[in-house]
C-alpha cells in the first residue's frame, strides 16, 4: 500500500540549514503531485510547498519564499524540501504528501492542508526545532 516517510527533522541554530526527505513506497512519483506542509506549535497545519506533477509547477507560501526549495528525484522515488536560513517561526512538525489530480499546485497546498491529499497520503512528520 502507498506509504510516505519523512526524515531529516533535526536541531539547527538560527540561520542554518536543513534538507528534509520523503522516502514514497506502493505509489510512483512520476505521477504524483507533491507536497510539504507543516503544523508550527499551537497552530493549523499550513501547505509550505507543493509541485504540480502535470507540469511541474511549483507553489511557496509567502513566508518561505526564496528560502525553501521544493525537489524530486524520481529515480529514487524521494522528495526533498531544502530549507535555508531558518528562524524560530519555522519550527514545528513537517509533513509531506503526495496525490494526484490537483487543479493546480496552490490548490494543493491549501486544499490538502484543510483536508488531505486527493488520491495520497501523508507521512508521520518530522520535527524541526530552531534554537541557540
Known amino acids: 500500500q502507498l506509504q510516505v516517510a519523512e526524515s531529516g527533522g533535526d536541531l539547527v541554530q538560527p540561520g542554518g540549514s536543513l534538507r528534509l526527505s520523503c522516502v514514497v513506497s506502493?505509489?510512483?512519483?512520476?505521477?504524483?503531485?507533491i507536497g510539504w506542509f507543516r503544523q508550527l506549535p499551537g497552530q493549523e497545519r499550513e501547505g509550505v510547498a507543493c509541485?504540480?506533477?502535470?507540469?511541474?509547477?511549483?507553489f511557496y507560501r509567502d513566508s518561505v519564499k526564496g528560502r525553501f526549495t521544493i525537489s524530486r528525484d524520481k529515480a529514487k522515488n524521494t522528495m526533498y524540501l531544502e530549507m535555508n536560513n531558518l528562524g524560530p517561526e519555522d519550527a514545528g512538525t513537517y509533513y509531506c504528501?503526495?496525490?494526484?489530480?490537483?487543479?493546480?499546485?496552490?490548490?494543493?497546498?491549501?486544499?490538502?492542508?484543510?483536508?488531505?491529499?486527493?488520491?495520497?497520503?501523508w507521512g508521520q512528520g518530522t520535527l524541526v526545532t530552531v534554537s541557540s
Open positions: 504528501a503526495v496525490g494526484q489530480t490537483h487543479p493546480s499546485a496552490q490548490a494543493m497546498c491549501s486544499m490538502t492542508a484543510r483536508l488531505g491529499p486527493q488520491r495520497g497520503a
Open positions: 509541485l504540480l506533477n502535470y507540469d511541474g509547477s511549483t
Open positions: 506502493g505509489f510512483t512519483l512520476n505521477k504524483a503531485d
